[in-house]
């Protein structure tokens, strides 16, 4: 089954483009952001990366849709 309507015609190469695209941006975003960034699915781009700080605590909703998780690399830790 796929998540999006849009990808659905360019079948799994599609759908696995848009998986790396967002866990790349997950990863990118990790280094600058003191919370973890999630993977979603979407129902039009496929995935998506998200800052768990846009949210608070992410809504059951959001969680149901987590694919893959990346931990924040920034630390107030000294």
């Known amino acids: ?6 990808i659905a015609h360019g079948g799994f190469q599609a759908d696995q ?8 941006q997950a990863h990118a975003r ?3 952001s003191y919370f973890t960034q999630y993977v979603l699915t ?3 781009a496929g ?3 998200v ?3 846009d949210y608070g605590a992410l809504p059951a909703g959001m969680l149901d849709r987590v694919i893959d998780t ?3 690399k920034l630390s107030d830790e000294a």
């Open 51 to 53: 800052d768990e700080g």
């Open 70 to 72: 990346v931990p924040s």
């Open 17 to 24: 483009v848009a998986f790396v695209a967002a866990l790349d």
């Open 1 to 6: 089954m796929y998540i999006s309507m849009n």
């Open 47 to 49: 995935y998506i990366a």
């Open 42 to 44: 979407d129902d039009e």
């Open 30 to 32: 990790s280094f600058h």
